[in-house]
């Protein structure tokens, strides 16, 4: 079974950038779809963006696309989100996840770490 750990979130002032980071362990994702999502409290976890096992094919939420850019690097078991041009709406806990297909619902994805806050402040 896989462990994915996030890290890299944190306060950021808006229009600022930040890139979280999800490292992979008990096994390689070198075969696995890896996806983003988020969640603020009360609200149902939403998709971000997401990635095919060789990194050929994303996917990007509409609200994030052109500002963000998802990323794999399967020789270090890690995968990435750079998120740019930070908005306030962008605050939430950020998720990482595995799953054997890539796609935009939550799902499709059987392996989730314990995510990393993310709060922008105007």
């Known amino acids: 079974q896989v462990q994915l750990v996030e890290s890299g979130g944190g306060l950021v002032q808006a229009w600022g950038s930040l890139r979280l980071s999800c490292a992979a362990s008990?096994?390689?994702?070198?075969?696995?779809?890896m996806a983003w999502f988020r969640q603020a409290p009360g609200k149902e976890r939403e998709f971000v963006a997401a990635?095919?096992?060789?990194?050929?094919?994303?996917s990007y939420k509409n609200s994030v696309k052109g500002r963000s850019t998802i990323s794999r690097d399967n020789a270090k078991n890690t995968v990435y989100l750079r998120l740019d041009s930070l908005k306030p709406e962008d605050t939430d806990v950020y998720y990482c996840?595995?799953?054997?297909?890539?796609?935009?619902?939550?799902?499709?994805?059987?392996?989730w770490g314990q995510g990393t806050q993310v709060t922008v402040f105007s």
């Open positions: 996840a595995a799953g054997e297909r890539i796609g935009s619902s939550s799902q499709g994805y059987d392996s």
């Open positions: 008990g096994r390689s994702i070198g075969s696995d779809a």
């Open positions: 990635i095919s096992w060789n990194g050929v094919f994303t």
